[in-house]
T-cell receptor, first 113, second 115 residues
Framework: AQTVTQSQPEMSVQEAETVTLSCTYD???????LFWYKQPPSRQMILVIR??????QNATENRFSVNFQKAAKSFSLKISDSQLGDAAMYFC??????????FGTGTSLTVIP | DVKVTQSSRYLVKRTGEKVFLECVQD?????MFWYRQDPGLGLRLIYF???????EKGDIPEGYSVSREKKERFSLILESASTNQTSMYLC??????????????FGNGTRLTVT
């Protein structure tokens, strides 16, 4: 079975600084999709960024970028110029079928003013 | 924007009660999902449905059932609520297929407390 591991239950970052959240996964598939979701205190899960496994180029969305290392099965999220609104739980997720999504246990990010 | 609406934000029920959690999506998505979210455990899939009247068990289906009579509505049923079902429940939907453009769209969650 596929597993997704987030080894950092909590992280903190100073406002305007950069932080990297880690995610590793286990799969025997060669084609799959990876996602980072953000869950603020409002509880609404929001898609932050996504990556297709067969694309070598790392995805970027404004201040959010990923470091996708397929061989190492690693998918980390980098948040640049951190803002107070970035404070949230962040979940890494994997799917290869679109029917079954596997989530990590989450990383709680605190942004320090 | 896709809207996934869960009927209750907070719910308090007694042990042994039958509990219905309702979820409605407005984007004609084929797939709908029920997740349970607990601290330190992340999101765990209870059931999902890829079509009307179709359902598949997820990782933790015990104690739960689901109903999908219409495409836009997916209900989670706790036949006899127990205290260990106290949790946050998240509904999600996605269009058919596994592609870059098929991420999950989530509702706001229902925090259920069973006393």
């Amino acid at each position: 079975a596929q597993t997704v591991t987030q080894s950092q239950p909590e992280m903190s970052v100073q406002e305007a600084e950069t932080v990297t959240l880690s995610c590793t996964y286990d799969t025997s598939e060669s084609d799959y999709y990876l996602f980072w979701y953000k869950q603020p205190p409002s509880r609404q899960m929001i898609l932050v960024i996504r990556q297709e496994a067969y694309k070598q180029q790392n995805a970027t969305e404004n201040r959010f970028s990923v470091n996708f290392q397929k061989a190492a099965k690693s998918f980390s999220l980098k948040i640049s110029d951190s803002q107070l609104g970035d404070a949230a739980m962040y979940f890494c997720a994997y799917t290869n079928t679109g029917n079954q999504f596997y989530f990590g246990t989450g990383t709680s990010l605190t942004v320090i003013p | 924007d896709v809207k996934v609406t869960q009927s209750s934000r907070y719910l308090v029920k007694r042990t042994g009660e039958k509990v219905f959690l309702e979820c409605v999506q407005d984007m004609d998505h084929e797939n709908m999902f029920w997740y349970r979210q607990d601290p330190g455990l992340g999101l765990r899939l209870i059931y999902f449905s890829y079509d009307v009247k179709m359902k598949e068990k997820g990782d933790i289906p015990e104690g739960y059932s689901v109903s999908r009579e219409k495409k836009e509505r997916f209900s989670l049923i706790l036949e006899s609520a127990s205290t260990n079902q106290t949790s946050m429940y998240l509904c999600a939907s996605s269009p058919e297929g596994s592609s870059y453009n098929s991420p999950l769209h989530f509702g706001n969650g229902t925090r259920l407390t069973v006393t």
